[in-house]
């Protein structure tokens, strides 16, 4: 019995959002030289506002325009309760602002707009009620492992701080990269930040005349195409299957889900459709496979809610 506060497990996800037109954080994340700088504000933020990172992991950092959205999984009830008090209170926003204003070298920074969210529910409607968010972040379960990209920056920084053990010089807000050239450079005109410009090597596809970059699908992605995409969802499925033989949407198994969660209705047959494709394809799993599926199965229009075509009340 005295190890069972040990087994406690949960996962929720954190949309961050800078309201200043200056600073694009998604675009920022995505160059390489920049990303250090962002993953160790995250982290010294965390550890900040909690008192420390035991309990707490960043499984991965996903860019969805215009928010940055951090999936955590906690493996301590009592760090997740800190957690909940010091977002609640806004002392993860002043920690994170603060950072982050640090590893970007910038004389200021307007407030940070945050959202934290747990499977459907957003908690920041009912954070006062603590034991409801736990509960919530208890259930949604973390469904994979740290992604490799977080990987390679926990080893970015530990390397880091040896070196700063070592030398004195290397402790410099920038240290994890050099100084940014996004930031000091003259701002090219097609970057909605004004600071930086995605990877010239990062794919793109085309949709209605229009280019959009390939990248994984999102936690919001993943709910809007649950909501909206009604009884489609089989064919939405057999068309991603013929598109990536992907072993979990094998024409019985997508029969099965039906059954399985017929109680539950189409949003959670949708849910755990998506979710399974997820899962099985990791870093295949990419909007432009989905826009194609939903493209085939004539979802124009949901297609266009998740490229952000539609105009909508939005995330914060």
Known sequence: MGDSMDMWVGSAYLFVQATSKKVFLPTLYRNPEQRP??????????????????????LKVHCSDPHLIIQLKFCKEENCRRFLQ?????????????????????ASLEPLKMKLKA????????????????????RE??????????????????????????CPLLKSPLSL?????????????????????????QPTFTFQGQQFADRRITPDDHQKFAKLV??????????????????ALRDPLIDNLAIEYEREGLYEQAYQLLRR????????????????ALEDNGLISLA???????????LL
């Open 37 to 58: 700088c962002i993953f160790k504000a995250l982290k010294l933020a965390f550890a900040d506002s909690t008192g420390g990172l035991n309990g707490l992991d960043i």
């Open 86 to 106: 010091s977002y609640h209170q806004g002392d993860l926003q002043d920690a994170l602002q603060r950072h982050l204003k640090v590893s970007l070298s910038l």
């Open 119 to 138: 499977g459907a529910e957003t908690l920041d409607s009912m954070i006062l009620e603590v034991e409801r968010c736990l509960e919530c972040i208890s």
């Open 141 to 166: 379960k973390p469904d994979h492992l740290r992604d490799e990209e977080i990987a390679e920056l926990e080893e970015s920084l530990k390397i880091l701080n040896c070196q700063e053990s070592t």
């Open 177 to 201: 990269g050099s100084s940014p050239p996004a930031l000091n450079s003259p701002p090219p005109s097609s970057s909605p930040s004004g600071l930086s410009k995605p990877l010239l090597q």
């Open 230 to 247: 009604s009884k489609k969802w089989k064919q939405v499925g057999r068309s991603l299957y013929v598109q990536s033989k992907c072993r």
């Open 277 to 292: 494709y997820i899962d099985s394809e990791g870093k295949k799993a990419t909007i432009q496979r989905l826009i194609t």
């Open 304 to 314: 266009e809610e998740l490229l952000g075509l539609h105009q909508s009340d939005g």
